[in-house]
């Protein structure tokens, strides 16, 4: 029995085309968001695949992604799942900044290890978030600013609990997400090492395919459209 996992980040979020750092910060869809998400729904639609279930985050862009999706696929009555664990990595003090801005002011290689670094930290927010959305989350859980690799840990056990028994079960899966985490699921699908995640990339509106035996060995991979 083979299932399939299809990964999708986000379309064009205000932050994307404003060049700001995001992370947990809230941010709507541009109209150009709105239209990678139905492309990427009826590029879905084509290729005739059911999904069981989808898995996407607490933030109303990729929320509002994965809605547009399953209407071109005519798909919105199968279960929806919302974890912070799915959530964008956490930027710390540096979400709405302009990332040119930082640059001038960091300088490009402080930069480049924030953004690119497995394990490199962003200046830490004074305190964690108290918005409703977290009310379920230990205070302790909730970053102040995270590295790809503190990203990676917390999504792990919702690969693990979430996703990884429906593949088994052979029940395809969707997980519309954003650029840090899928990174993160990219890595840990593909045993992909610390060094060359940095290479990695997944653009607004991409959608990655991967395919599993019952084991969950990945016997195919591939990017749609």
């Known amino acids: 029995m083979m299932a399939k996992l299809v990964i999708v980040r986000h379309g064009e979020s205000l932050a994307n085309q404003l060049n700001t750092y995001t992370g947990w910060s809230d941010v709507p869809l541009t109209d150009k968001g709105r239209l990678e998400a139905r492309q990427v729904g009826q590029q879905l639609q084509a290729t005739g695949i059911q999904f069981a279930q989808v898995h996407t985050s607490l933030l109303k862009r990729a929320i509002l992604t994965s809605y547009i999706i399953l209407e071109e696929m005519d798909q919105l009555a199968i279960p929806m799942t919302k974890s912070w664990r799915l959530n964008e990595r956490h930027y710390g003090a540096l979400r709405g900044l302009n990332k040119e801005t930082t640059r001038s002011v960091f300088g490009v290689a402080q930069v480049a290890r924030w953004r690119r670094s497995y394990t490199a930290i962003p200046p830490l927010l004074t305190q964690v978030s108290q918005e409703r959305r977290y009310r379920l989350v230990p205070l302790a859980s909730r970053p102040r600013g995270e590295s790809l690799a503190q990203a990676t840990q917390r999504l792990l056990p919702y690969w693990q609990d979430q996703i990884v028994p429906g593949l088994k079960q052979g029940r395809n899966q969707l ?38 035996d019952a084991t969950l060995q990945l016997i195919e991979k591939g990017r749609l459209g």
């Open 175 to 212: 997980v519309v997400a954003h650029g840090s985490t899928l990174r993160a699921l990219i890595k840990v699908i593909e045993q992909i090492s610390d060094q060359a995640i940095d290479g990695v990339e997944v653009a607004n509106g991409e959608a990655l395919c991967y395919q599993f």
